[in-house]
């Protein structure tokens, strides 16, 4: 629904507002191509300033509370709705028209989907170095804008704009990129062989409204993208490709219709996937926009993805298929020195569980309890911290459950922290006590009350016929209880608490020289302290 007269429609996946508006916002194609460039404003040197870190945007690309995670994928392509160029045309109209949404607005909104999506597969790690390669129009302006959010994701953006729009609304976005000194690089300015000075190539030069051949120098930038898909076929290093809704010189509806275009590795659709995207034969397909009234939807019969959560972005069809063996990360942190950290690992691992909160990680209080029974068998599971102070860590459960009856057997367990968007974990060990009725009991009335009704009708780790026994029993207990009376906590229900005897800090750095800072126990004059040792990664 985006973009009739644009690369990709006007459409994306916004966390900034779910309100329909318009896709397409140019005169004519034609205009918009022959547009005379502006002249070139002085080039900003290529220092760059600080971006943000880029851990905490992965929960806008699609987390829907994960992080770290891909966006939901919709399997079944089939189900999907590709739009004519009519259709695409027709329904910017819409938008512009009776909706009155500015061209600005979509233009932020679009660049923004593509940003995201980007981040979703190609993190700043690995990918650092982006070539945003934009044309005259509006496809060209979501290339700026995505060109901004890359850098504030971290990333180190380059832009290609040779035939500048002498629009306010495009000189802006020039001025936005070069108060961050994001360079701009001419096409002479362009080294010869892209493979060796660029990791991601955005091609954000035409859209779906564009007919013709490209004239120069686009003509020779489509080549130079052409050409890398040679190095791929010959398994060469090769920048990746992402083309923003359509790959510039497809036809919008039969798509590379000689086979000699451009291959991207990666194509953001905007609104709809147009026609032309059912021949995108690469590993990775995103679909951006989330503001389709549902009068559009009905009027033209759109089937599009659900976006998970606050999601900006959603991918379509099946993930390619991974070599499990090749993931890995390649982290960037700060230093972690033992001259800075807290001489209590109570009072460290307060602080970073701060950190862990302020970056909206999803659950930072997961950890992960191992307990081994008299078996000598070890068990590990996902349980909720509930308070940590200098006695140790507590969390609640079922005094029968498996883990109980283990703890009962060998009360020595460890528990793990993981922080993914901090590249932080932390592993305590120590022996493990029961806490007094009294705490458990004010904890289990401080839960809410479909809770205390769960603890009670979950006999935890007992197999049961089905979920439909577990539903009438909830049932049974909510409708007793529905009066809103006193729930009671029930006798095997309590909590644990572990006092640590051992603390390990976990790091990530580059080329998994990662921080380890062990605390353990010493005791100096008569005095229990705790000794701060830096272990091998």
Known sequence: MLGVLRKGGRMICSLL?????????????????EAKPSGYLPRFSSGFLCPISCSAIRALCSKSGKVGGMAS?????????????REAAEIDEILMGPLGFSVDQLMELAGLSVATSMAEVYKPSEYNRVLAICGPGNNGGDGLVAARHLYHFGYKPFVCYPKRTSKPLYSGLVTQLESLSIPFLSVDELPVDWSNDFDILVDAMFGFSFHGAP???FDNLIEKLVHLNNYKQRQQKSPVIVSVDIPSGWHVEEGDVNGEGIKPDMLVSLTAPKLCAKKFSGPHHFLGGRFVPPSIAEKYKLHLPPYPGTSMCVRIGKPPQIDISALRENYMSPDFLQEQVEADPIDQFRKWFDDAVAAGLKEPNAMALSTTGKDGKPSSRMVLLKSVDKDGFVWYTNYESRKARELSENSHASLLFYWDGLNRQVRVEGSVQKVSDDESEQYFHSR????????IVSKQSTIVPGRHVLHQLYKELEEKYSDGSLIPKPKHWGGYRLQPERFEFWQGQQSRLHDRLQYSPQEINGKQSWRIDRLAP
Do not use: D
């Open 215 to 217: 004239r120069p120098p």
């Open 17 to 33: 507002t779910q309100a329909p508006f318009p896709l397409a916002y140019c005169s004519s194609p034609s205009s918009i191509y």
């Open 73 to 85: 994928s919709l399997q079944n392509q089939g189900s999907i709705t590709y739009l004519t160029q």
């Open 448 to 455: 809410p009350r479909g809770s205390q009704i769960g603890a």
